[in-house]
């Protein structure tokens, strides 16, 4: 059963009533950084900014994989650090992340380890099996700037980039221009009801052969919201169109 749903917003106090956690269980290691809790155990990331206790945990997105510290003290030993990352444990990681410190933290979903690195702290890469096959996160291989995937709906493979499945760039491209089309104006919400609520694609507009080692991505200028037809046309020709080019090609054909 999914008890939480993912990019949804989670304060603590939601957490614990969600989970049924009685008060004498409740803040304590839920504040610093992971917790088991029955089986199951529970991340919260601050993404590029300091936590709770000062620190900058350096946690950032690269594509859709969630590169993660454990605590600073942390070590390999360490029976919780053992637990994460025994590959047979019964029970689910779910990882939450914030960017601002007050804000409530977003689900991301159940994660599973795709590396680490025996260090103090540990470091571990996690990816996230249950929403790669979601539309909005495609299934690609890790460290790959390009990657095929089948947009549903077209039958057509297109070409993505990491950037267009970095969950937090996406979010703040969202945030800002809207979750609606930029090319063809569709909503999802707007056309299917609550089950289009939040879907859509972002596109890279950057040229990969204009990106080189020190590339930040603008979540606002470089990345553009597009459905997933439009976006698969944008791919169709090499290099890809530009949103204005579709638009025209869409607007011109009688
Ligand atoms: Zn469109
Ligand atoms: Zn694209």
């Known amino acids: 059963m999914q008890v939480f749903e993912i990019e949804n917003k989670y304060t603590k106090k939601d957490i614990y009533e969600i989970l049924n956690v009685s008060k004498s269980k409740q803040k304590g290691s839920w504040d610093t950084g992971y917790r088991k809790y029955n089986n199951d155990i529970y991340i919260f990331a601050n993404i590029g900014t300091e936590g709770r206790t000062g620190h900058d945990y350096t946690n950032y997105w690269d594509g859709d994989q969630l590169h993660w510290?454990?605590?600073?003290?942390?070590?390999?030993?360490q029976p919780l650090i053992r637990d994460i990352l025994d590959v047979n444990r019964n029970g689910a990681v779910h990882i939450f992340t914030r960017t601002e410190n007050?804000?409530?933290?977003?689900?991301?979903?159940?994660?599973?380890?795709?590396?680490?690195?025996?260090?103090?702290?540990?470091?571990?890469?996690?990816?996230?099996?249950?929403?790669?096959?979601?539309?909005?996160?495609?299934?690609?291989?890790?460290?790959?700037?390009?990657?095929?995937?089948?947009?549903?709906?077209?039958?057509?493979?297109?070409?993505?980039?990491?950037?267009?499945?970095?969950?937090?760039?996406?979010?703040?491209?969202?945030e800002f221009h809207g979750p609606k089309c930029k090319v063809c104006d569709i909503d999802f919400e707007e056309k299917y009801g609550s089950i289009g609520k939040g879907f859509i694609h972002v596109h890279h507009k950057v040229p990969i052969a204009q990106i080189g080692d020190q590339y930040t991505i603008d979540p606002i200028n470089d990345l553009v919201p597009v459905c997933p037809n439009c976006h698969a046309m944008l791919h169709r020709s090499s290099p890809v169109l530009s949103v204005e080019e579709l638009k025209a090609v869409l607007n011109n054909n009688p």
């Open 69 to 77: 510290q454990a605590k600073s003290n942390s070590n390999i030993n």
């Open 102 to 174: 007050r804000d409530a933290f977003i689900y991301e979903g159940a994660a599973v380890v795709n590396n680490f690195e025996d260090t103090q702290p540990v470091k571990i890469v996690w990816t996230f099996p249950s929403i790669t096959t979601n539309l909005m996160r495609p299934e690609l291989s890790p460290n790959e700037i390009s990657s095929k995937f089948l947009v549903e709906g077209t039958g057509k493979k297109i070409t993505v980039n990491k950037y267009e499945r970095n969950p937090l760039a996406r979010r703040k491209c969202i």
